[in-house]
């Protein structure tokens, strides 16, 4: 499922718990953990709990959302698109579930497109089809 990579099913904190237990399915309680894991080594904390130290600030979280968007989405990183939205779901879902209010309009904003094989952008069907 991640290709090897070793990661922690369980963390520490309150606010960990609360997020875990929130999801249903095992596959994704792995998967949005991972994805989890992966914002906090971009942010450099090891606990989960300190991910809401701005929790009074929204605009800081979303800030900082947003960058690691960015992080992923250009080089050397380039993470394709559905590897963006998962992880971008799995933090979405953290901060949702600790009651910290986020504008996932603004945010989303920064996932970019998904592209086709074929190179061109997905984002409309019909322009699509009128190619």
């Known amino acids: 499922m991640f290709r090897g990579k070793t990661f922690q099913l369980s963390l520490p904190g309150n606010s960990y718990r609360i997020f875990i237990e929130g999801l249903k399915s095992p596959v994704t309680k792995a998967a949005y953990s991972y994805a989890l894991q992966k914002y906090m080594s971009y942010l450099n904390i090891t606990n989960p ?16 959302i947003v960058e690691y968007l960015i992080h992923l989405k250009n080089p050397p990183h380039s ?22 209010p986020l504008s996932k309009k603004k945010i989303y904003r920064y ?3 998904e592209r086709a094989t074929n190179g061109i952008k997905n984002d409309n069907r019909i322009e699509n089809l009128l190619l």
């Open 49 to 64: 709990d300190y991910l809401l130290i701005h929790q009074e600030y929204p605009k800081i979280i979303q800030n900082q």
């Open 79 to 100: 993470l394709r698109f559905a590897t963006r939205s998962q992880y971008l779901a799995a933090i979405m879902t953290y901060y949702e579930l600790n009651d910290v």
């Open 111 to 113: 996932l970019g497109v």
